[in-house]
Structures are given as structure tokens and as C-alpha cells.
């Protein structure tokens, strides 16, 4: 069975070999691995975007809240993802979710996603987090010419389900706007910009250090028990007693100590390069010059956008084995793919790569609501590879309604259903395994 969440993932010892990574300036706070017995009312697992943000939202209303953090804050997606805050958490089809959910929910999901991109955008203005915003929109690239054809009918779909505005972009039109590369036209839409992730996380971390959250570093969860109502939540060095309990572990959220949360996630691996910069006449002479997210049409997706400094981002999930050797010859397909698509960059180095896990629910829609029925304990998670804006809502809704504040965003009625498990979950990696095959088949035709 492939190794999907191989021991090697898992090195919360150190941070991933990103380029985010090598450019963020320090965390700088100073913060200390939980020691002793601690209470709090809230206790938060996973210092990413979700975890970080529901943290900022209750201690800004006073509440005695904590994060345990098995590495450092971001450490996880939320520090190594493309950067890409945009819509898209879920894996359904918009006419397959507007069948199982009904036009009002479907359309309240799509404006969930829209707000989410607009918090992070309000969460930096506020706090004043510099994560170098690139220009707004996104742009959808056929790999196909029969893509293209159905682009036309997306234009209609999008814009009588949601009232969304989208435009069609020739394969002339593509390069006018500096977006050229191995595909057939675009689809265009303006929502969406990039940022730098690792900067975006750590912002929020002083953020919610600075409003009064407790944010414990290298406190990993090992244990977990329930005695009198309370959790008593084990690292290596303190316990901390909490009434309620946030999950905020998504991609990585382990199993093993969290009983409730057996079988209903899927792990998946997402995968990123990144060039050295380019010169502009190196740009020109590819004609990509655009930093619009970019997105291929294929079902398992490449993702790639130019950064501030001239770098080329280039990811693509998939790869089932996260073992390190595994990590090396996928560092190799990914290169080769993106060789294909942008052939006047063959000769360019690539300065970093460096993987890391997204999340799917069986249901392949996000989940942001409790896991018991005395709703003591709460989940925020998967974001299915799109959780820099819809993770930063859910985190904060997930907050309010724990503490049994009003919604600022009331959420659709999809993302709070009850989270189900995978049938036959020991199998998750062959069923990961398997879609990929069909995915890449789908993409062939
Ligand atoms: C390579 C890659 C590219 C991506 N690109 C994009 C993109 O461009 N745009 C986008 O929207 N999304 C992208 N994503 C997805 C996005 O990064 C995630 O959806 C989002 O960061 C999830 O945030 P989170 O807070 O839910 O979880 P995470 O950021 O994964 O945080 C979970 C945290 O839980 C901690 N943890 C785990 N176990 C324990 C424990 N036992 N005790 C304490 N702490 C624990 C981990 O250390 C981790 O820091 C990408 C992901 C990857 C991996």
C-alpha cells in the first residue's frame, strides 16, 4: 500500500526547505512549549491559518484561549502552499453541489469563499501584515483544445447558478496578457491575488499573541482524555485543561490521538518548484509576464504563478508516497511537466521544492462544526488544496459558534453538515491511489 502519510512528513523538528521559508523574516515572539498543568476555555490544535485565526477572534472577546503547536506556527500547509488566496475549497462540482444541496446553499457556499478572500485581505489591512499582494484575479488555462469549448458553457453555468462574471480568453488574447505558455485559451475571473503564505501565517500569529492568545510552540498532542466534562489534552512536557476543543490539524491531523476524527479525513500530497528569478527578457522571451493566479484545466492540477521577485512557482498535487526517495522522484516529474508547458524555460535552475499534505472529507465539500453532540469539541477542516482564504473564515466561524457568538458570515448550511467517514478507511491510500489513475485518464481526453 503507498506510504501516503509516510514518518518522513512528519519532521516537526525542523521547517519544510521552502522558498517562503528562506524569504519570511523570523516569527520573533516569544513564545514557550506548554509546561505543567495549564486550564484554559479553549484549546486550539494546529497553529495554522484556521487554528491561528479562531485564536485571534476569541481572544479578541476576552476568552482564555491556547494553541498547541506540534512544531512552529505555519509549519504546516499554511506556511508552504502556493500562496494562492482564492475560491475553490472543495472538490464537488458546482452542478453536483446545487443537486445534493439546493441552489440557497450552494450560492451562500460560493459567497463564503468570497468573503473568506476578502478577510485576508481586511486581516492584513488591520493588522498590518505585509505579505506581498500580487494583482487581483485568476486564470483558468486549457490543456486542451476541447477545454476551451467547454469554458464557454462555464461562462453561463457560473454566471446564472452564482451571478459570477467570467471572461473567455483566446489563445491570441492569452498572449496579450502575458499568460503564454502550452495551452488552448483561458478562463478569466476576478477574484483572487497571491500572497506570500509563511509571511500571511506568521502575521496572524503576532496578531493573535498580540490580542492575548497563548500560543505554545513544540507542544504536541500525544493524549487525549475526557474526565468531568474536560479535556485533558497530553504533550511531551504539560497538559492542558480545556472546556472546549477546536481540531485544526487538517492535512495532518493525527489519528492515532484524536479518536473522533478516525477515518473521516484524506491526506493528499500537494508538490512545489520554484525557479531562480527570471529577467524580463527571460519572461518576455516565454511571454509570461503576469502574476494573475494560474491555474491548467486539468483535474489534477498544476497551479503556477510568477512571484514579486521573478521567480516561477510551479506545483501540482499528487504523488501517493510521501516518503523521502518518493519526494525526489516527484521532484523530477513536476520539473518535467513544467518543462512542457513552458519550454523556454528549460535551461532555468530550479532554486526549491518541497511538498506537503492538503485535505480531503469524504463528501469532498469543507467541514466547520462539532464533532459531539455536547459540541465541546469543534473541527475546521478540509480546505481539499484551498485553504489559505476559506481556512481564515472557517477558523474564525468555527470560534464564534463555539463560544455562541453571532456568525459574522453566517456559513452555508454544506460546509456545517455532519463530517462522514471514509467506508472501509484503512483503505484511503488505495482509493487516493485509484483516483489519481482516473484522473489522469479524464486529463488524457
Ligand atoms: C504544497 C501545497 C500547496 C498549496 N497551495 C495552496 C494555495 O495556493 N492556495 C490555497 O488556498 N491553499 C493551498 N494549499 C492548501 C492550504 O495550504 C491549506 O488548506 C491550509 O494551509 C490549511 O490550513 P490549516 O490551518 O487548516 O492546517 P495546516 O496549516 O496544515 O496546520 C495544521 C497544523 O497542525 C499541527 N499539528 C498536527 N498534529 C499536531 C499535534 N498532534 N499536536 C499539535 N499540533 C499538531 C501541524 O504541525 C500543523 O502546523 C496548499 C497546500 C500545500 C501542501
Not at 153 to 162: E, G, L
Not at 408 to 428: C, G, H
Given at each position: 500500500?503507498?506510504?501516503?502519510?509516510?514518518?518522513?512528513?512528519?519532521?516537526?523538528?525542523?521547517?519544510?526547505?521552502?522558498?517562503?521559508?528562506?524569504?519570511?523574516?523570523?516569527?520573533?515572539?516569544?513564545?514557550?512549549?506548554?509546561?505543567?498543568?495549564?486550564?484554559?476555555?479553549?484549546?486550539?490544535?494546529?497553529?495554522?491559518?484556521?487554528?491561528?485565526?479562531?485564536?485571534?477572534?476569541?481572544?479578541?472577546?476576552?476568552?482564555?484561549?491556547?494553541?498547541?503547536?506540534?512544531?512552529?506556527?505555519?509549519?504546516?500547509?499554511?506556511?508552504?502552499?502556493?500562496?494562492?488566496?482564492?475560491?475553490?475549497?472543495?472538490?464537488?462540482?458546482?452542478?453536483?453541489?446545487?443537486?445534493?444541496?439546493?441552489?440557497?446553499?450552494?450560492?451562500?457556499?460560493?459567497?463564503?469563499?468570497?468573503?473568506?478572500?476578502?478577510?485576508?485581505?481586511?486581516?492584513?489591512?488591520?493588522?498590518?501584515?505585509?505579505?506581498?499582494?500580487?494583482?487581483?484575479?485568476?486564470?483558468?488555462?486549457?490543456?486542451?483544445?476541447?477545454?476551451?469549448?467547454?469554458?464557454?458553457?462555464?461562462?453561463?453555468?457560473?454566471?446564472?447558478?452564482?451571478?459570477?462574471?467570467?471572461?473567455?480568453?483566446?489563445?491570441?488574447?492569452?498572449?496579450?496578457?502575458?499568460?503564454?505558455?502550452?495551452?488552448?485559451?483561458?478562463?478569466?475571473?476576478?477574484?483572487?491575488?497571491?500572497?506570500?503564505?509563511?509571511?500571511?501565517?506568521?502575521?496572524?500569529?503576532?496578531?493573535?499573541?498580540?490580542?492575548?492568545?497563548?500560543?505554545?510552540?513544540?507542544?504536541?498532542?500525544?493524549r487525549w482524555q475526557e474526565q468531568?466534562?474536560l479535556h485533558h489534552l497530553h504533550?511531551?512536557?504539560?497538559r492542558l485543561i480545556?472546556?472546549?476543543?477546536?481540531?485544526?490539524?487538517?492535512?495532518?491531523?493525527?489519528?492515532?490521538?484524536?479518536?473522533?476524527?478516525?477515518?473521516?479525513?484524506?491526506?493528499?500530497?500537494?508538490?512545489?518548484?520554484?525557479?531562480?528569478?527570471?529577467?524580463?527578457?527571460?519572461?518576455?522571451?516565454?511571454?509570461?509576464?503576469?502574476?494573475?493566479?494560474?491555474?491548467?484545466?486539468?483535474?489534477?492540477?498544476?497551479?503556477?504563478?510568477?512571484?514579486?521577485?521573478?521567480?516561477?512557482?510551479?506545483?501540482?498535487?499528487?504523488?501517493?508516497?510521501?516518503?523521502?526517495?518518493?519526494?525526489?522522484?516527484?521532484?523530477?516529474?513536476?520539473?518535467?511537466?513544467?518543462?512542457?508547458?513552458?519550454?523556454?524555460?528549460?535551461?532555468?535552475?530550479?532554486?526549491?521544492?518541497?511538498?506537503?499534505?492538503?485535505?480531503?472529507?469524504?463528501?469532498?465539500?469543507?467541514?466547520?462544526?462539532?464533532?459531539?453532540?455536547?459540541?465541546?469539541?469543534?473541527?475546521?477542516?478540509?480546505?481539499?488544496?484551498?485553504?489559505?482564504?476559506?481556512?481564515?473564515?472557517?477558523?474564525?466561524?468555527?470560534?464564534?459558534?463555539?463560544?455562541?457568538?453571532?456568525?459574522?458570515?453566517?456559513?452555508?448550511?454544506?460546509?456545517?453538515?455532519?463530517?462522514?467517514?471514509?467506508?472501509?478507511?484503512?483503505?484511503?491510500?488505495?482509493?487516493?491511489?485509484?483516483?489519481?489513475?482516473?484522473?489522469?485518464?479524464?486529463?488524457?481526453?
Amino acid at each position: 500500500m503507498p506510504s501516503t502519510t509516510h514518518a518522513d512528513a512528519f519532521h516537526f523538528s525542523h521547517p519544510v526547505a521552502s522558498y517562503w521559508e528562506a524569504t519570511a523574516p523570523p516569527l520573533d515572539l516569544p513564545l514557550l512549549p506548554l509546561a505543567g498543568d495549564v486550564r484554559c476555555d479553549v484549546a486550539i490544535i494546529g497553529g495554522g491559518y484556521a487554528g491561528l485565526s479562531a485564536a485571534l477572534e476569541l481572544a479578541a472577546h476576552g476568552i482564555a484561549v491556547r494553541v498547541l503547536e506540534a512544531a512552529e506556527p505555519g509549519w504546516g500547509a499554511s506556511g508552504r502552499n502556493g500562496g494562492f488566496a482564492c475560491v475553490g475549497s472543495h472538490k464537488l462540482s458546482y452542478a453536483r453541489m446545487i443537486q445534493k444541496y439546493g441552489q440557497d446553499e450552494s450560492r451562500r457556499y460560493y459567497r463564503n469563499m468570497k468573503e473568506a478572500v476578502e478577510l485576508v485581505s481586511a486581516l492584513c489591512r488591520h493588522h498590518d501584515i505585509d505579505v506581498d499582494a500580487c494583482e487581483t484575479g485568476d486564470v483558468t488555462l486549457a490543456h486542451l483544445p476541447s477545454r476551451l469549448h467547454d469554458f464557454a458553457a462555464d461562462v453561463t453555468f457560473m454566471k446564472q447558478a452564482f451571478g459570477e462574471d467570467m471572461t473567455v480568453l483566446t489563445p491570441e488574447a492569452l498572449k496579450e496578457q502575458g499568460l503564454n505558455g502550452a495551452f488552448f485559451g483561458g478562463l478569466k475571473m476576478n477574484h483572487g491575488f497571491g500572497l506570500h503564505p509563511l509571511k500571511y501565517v506568521r502575521g496572524l500569529a503576532r496578531a493573535a499573541h498580540r490580542a492575548g492568545a497563548v500560543i505554545h510552540p513544540h507542544s504536541r498532542l500525544l493524549r487525549w482524555q475526557e474526565q468531568d466534562g474536560l479535556h485533558h489534552l497530553h504533550t511531551g512536557q504539560g497538559r492542558l485543561i480545556a472546556n472546549r476543543v477546536l481540531i485544526a490539524t487538517n492535512g495532518y491531523t493525527p489519528e492515532d490521538v484524536m479518536a473522533r476524527m478516525r477515518g473521516r479525513l484524506m491526506p493528499a500530497l500537494s508538490n512545489i518548484i520554484t525557479t531562480r528569478p527570471l529577467s524580463r527578457s527571460e519572461q518576455e522571451a516565454q511571454g509570461w509576464t503576469s502574476t494573475l493566479l494560474a491555474f491548467d484545466s486539468r483535474k489534477l492540477l498544476h497551479y503556477f504563478r510568477l512571484l514579486p521577485d521573478g521567480r516561477f512557482l510551479f506545483g501540482g498535487r499528487g504523488g501517493t508516497d510521501a516518503s523521502a526517495p518518493s519526494a525526489a522522484v516527484y521532484r523530477e516529474k513536476l520539473v518535467a511537466e513544467f518543462h512542457a508547458l513552458f519550454p523556454h524555460w528549460r535551461d532555468v535552475e530550479i532554486s526549491h521544492f518541497w511538498r506537503g499534505f492538503v485535505c480531503l472529507a469524504h463528501d469532498l465539500v469543507p467541514y466547520v462544526g462539532p464533532l459531539d453532540d455536547r459540541a465541546s469539541v469543534f473541527a475546521a477542516v478540509a480546505w481539499h488544496g484551498n485553504g489559505v482564504a476559506m481556512a481564515t473564515l472557517a477558523g474564525r466561524e468555527a470560534a464564534r459558534r463555539m463560544v455562541g457568538l453571532e456568525p459574522v458570515e453566517p456559513l452555508s448550511a454544506i460546509v456545517t453538515r455532519r463530517l462522514a467517514r471514509f467506508p472501509l478507511a484503512a483503505f484511503r491510500p488505495l482509493y487516493l491511489k485509484g483516483a489519481y489513475l482516473w484522473f489522469n485518464w479524464q486529463d488524457s481526453r
